[in-house]
């Protein structure tokens, strides 16, 4: 053999290690993601990129709020290794929901690799899975990329299933997100905007919440936290965290061997289950679940699942207001700091 060739089978080979060259991709792009500038980033960053590592290219531009569910929903998943979101995070959102609505829902999410391009207003996939906010770094991730499990949450609205991968709201930062779509020129600046307005307003939720504690103390979470730092079995064997929670599911829907897997605790209009603690908040300002972090990137990978629960009792005066919002600003320059320490 040409001497050449080996070469160039070598480099190759030491680029892309474990990683499958020449992905097929279906390509989404959301021209009016952020600022509207999603396309011109798609033609001037990724599409190059892709081209240059001799992937196979099906690009469509989706024409509204859920147009990628129906793609995915339809999708020849055995003509493709992954859909690239070139977007913000609800276009993500839009296709895991769109192949898990699918009857081989199994087999569609365990073979499609989702990926995320930041282009959008919010990026919070691309931050936390690719390290970076740049939709040409991102799409090199991408393109040397290995597969990796990601668990998915399971949200239901009466007999309505809805798959997240993200995080789940209630209360400001919800609405802050849905009710400002109509000034998306603002970019991300519409978000902070939504949570001041509604934060000086004093804006309450009232809601019932169920809560169960996994991890009762301090010392207990520290043992935890070293037990998964020091934990490299596969992550497929890891699914479920079977031995830190015991099944205690109730009756549920979703048995299709093929479609989804089973509610582990039913919906609300189930009985609910055994150890778990009912409690009313009526003046709830903020509820949040984390699957991914949303506000800052998180570099430790080794922790598979994480889950952050906050709810925040409004304020009476504008004193005491100001004290929150000091309070929450230390909060985040505290955790930047820790972020970035070495």
């Known amino acids: 053999m040409d001497p050449v060739f080996i070469w160039v089978a070598k480099l190759l080979q030491r680029s892309y290690g474990a ?13 009016h993601s952020g ?4 396309e011109k980033w798609y033609h001037r960053d990724v599409e190059p990129l892709l081209k240059a590592a001799q992937c196979s290219i099906d690009m469509v531009k989706t024409k509204c709020q859920g147009d990628a569910v129906t793609i995915s929903e339809n999708l020849e998943i055995e003509d493709y290794d992954m859909v690239v979101c070139c977007s913000g995070d609800g276009l993500a959102h839009e296709v895991f929901n769109g192949l898990g609505r699918r009857p081989d829902a199994k087999k569609a999410l365990s073979k499609i690799a989702v990926v995320h391009v930041p282009c959008g207003s919010g990026n919070a996939m691309s931050c936390n899975l690719n390290g970076t906010n740049s939709s040409s770094l991102a799409t090199l991730n991408i ?14 609205q009466g007999e309505t299933r809805t798959l997240s991968f993200l995080s789940q709201s ?9 009710a400002t779509e109509h000034i998306r020129w603002m970019g991300e600046l519409r978000f902070y905007y939504g949570f001041l307005v509604r934060l000086i307003n004093k804006a309450t939720y009232p809601c019932d919440i169920a809560v169960k504690v996994a991890i009762e103390d301090k010392p207990s979470i520290k043992e935890h936290y070293r037990r998964e730092l020091e934990n490299h079995e596969p992550a497929s064997e890891r699914r479920g965290y079977k031995h830190l929670i015991d099944d205690d599911a109730s009756a549920s829907s979703g048995s299709d061997p093929e479609g989804l897997p089973p509610l582990r605790y039913g919906t609300v209009n189930d009985k609910l289950p055994e150890g ?28 598979d699942l994480t889950r952050w629960l906050s709810w925040l009792q409004m304020p009476t005066s504008f004193q005491q207001l100001y004290l929150m919002m000091d309070t929450w600003i230390s909060s985040a320059s505290t955790a930047i700091q820790a972020e ?3």
């Open 35 to 38: 600022k509207g500038s999603a």
């Open 170 to 178: 209630l209360g400001i930062v919800a609405e802050a997100d849905l």
């Open 19 to 31: 990683s499958q060259p020449k992905k097929r991709a279906k390509v989404l792009v959301n021209p």
């Open 340 to 342: 970035f320490q070495p």
């Open 276 to 303: 778990w603690e009912m409690v009313p908040y009526d003046k709830l300002g903020n509820f949040y679940c984390g699957n991914v972090s949303y506000f800052f990137s998180s570099q430790n990978l080794d922790i």
């Open 143 to 156: 393109i040397k990329g290995i597969p990796t499990p990601l668990d998915l949450i399971s949200i239901t």
